[in-house]
């Protein structure tokens, strides 16, 4: 596809685990990145993963990464409120481009 | 990781008039880029600033719409120029740092044309 595909909205109960999936356009991808956008707020690199590792894990982030299906995942655990953001997926391309998703809403409820 | 301040972060302006948002980083960078993100859409590349060099604009953007400056290595602007509502969104300035493979974003600037 053309387009970096994210769902629009997810909604978890305080304690429990989020996934936030993303499918990217190219398989020859170098980067592929997670951002997080508070309100009124720019985008913070959440976490990256290099396009020959299929799992990264950083404290409460896990990031899976399957080339094959260029299918990317979040897993946050123990969502927290302060976890509510629009999460945003993102590829860097071989031409060096940044193609980023339209961002999935996460609300965590208490 | 680089740190980017962003100004003005929010402002309501008339049709018609332009309004210039600044990108200062704390640290020298060759690549600076200004970003579009409208309301529940991905973020759009406008330009990207090059120090010493007329900007380098995406498709569907152009320079008299959109005038950039990038007088060292530190700080570029952005104009939105002859406004009109369709030009309300978010705009983004960001860096690359280290062997580039990291992109950093400032708080940004929510605009609103009335």
């Known amino acids: 596809g053309e387009d970096v595909e994210q769902s629009l909205f997810l909604s978890v109960r305080e304690g429990d685990s989020s996934v936030i999936n993303c499918t990217y356009t190219?398989?020859?991808?170098?980067?592929l990145y997670w951002y997080k956008q508070e309100p009124g707020a720019g985008l913070q690199l959440l976490t990256y993963i290099f396009s020959n590792m299929d799992m990264k894990q950083d404290q409460r982030l896990t990031v899976l990464l399957n080339k094959k299906d260029k299918h990317l995942s979040l897993r946050i655990a123990d969502t927290q409120t302060g976890d509510s953001a629009i999460y945003f997926c993102a590829e860097r391309t071989p031409d060096n481009d940044m193609r980023f998703g339209a961002g999935t809403r996460l609300t965590v409820k208490p | 990781s680089a740190v980017i301040s962003q100004k003005p972060s929010r402002d309501i302006c008339q049709r018609g008039t332009s309004l210039t948002i600044q990108c200062q980083v704390d640290s020298q960078v060759t690549m600076m880029f200004w970003y579009r993100q409208q309301p529940g859409q991905s973020l759009t590349l406008i330009a990207t600033?090059?120090?010493?060099?007329?900007?380098?604009?995406e498709s569907g953007f152009v320079i008299d719409k959109f005038p950039i400056s990038r007088p060292n290595l530190t700080f570029s602007t952005l104009t939105v120029s002859n406004m009109s509502p369709e030009d309300s969104s978010i705009y983004l300035c960001?860096?690359?740092?280290?062997?580039?493979?990291?992109?950093?974003f400032g708080s940004g600037t929510q605009l609103s044309v009335l």
């Open positions: 960001s860096v690359e740092t280290g062997s580039n493979e990291k992109l950093f």
């Open positions: 190219d398989s020859s991808s170098t980067y």
């Open positions: 600033a090059n120090q010493g060099s007329e900007a380098t604009y």
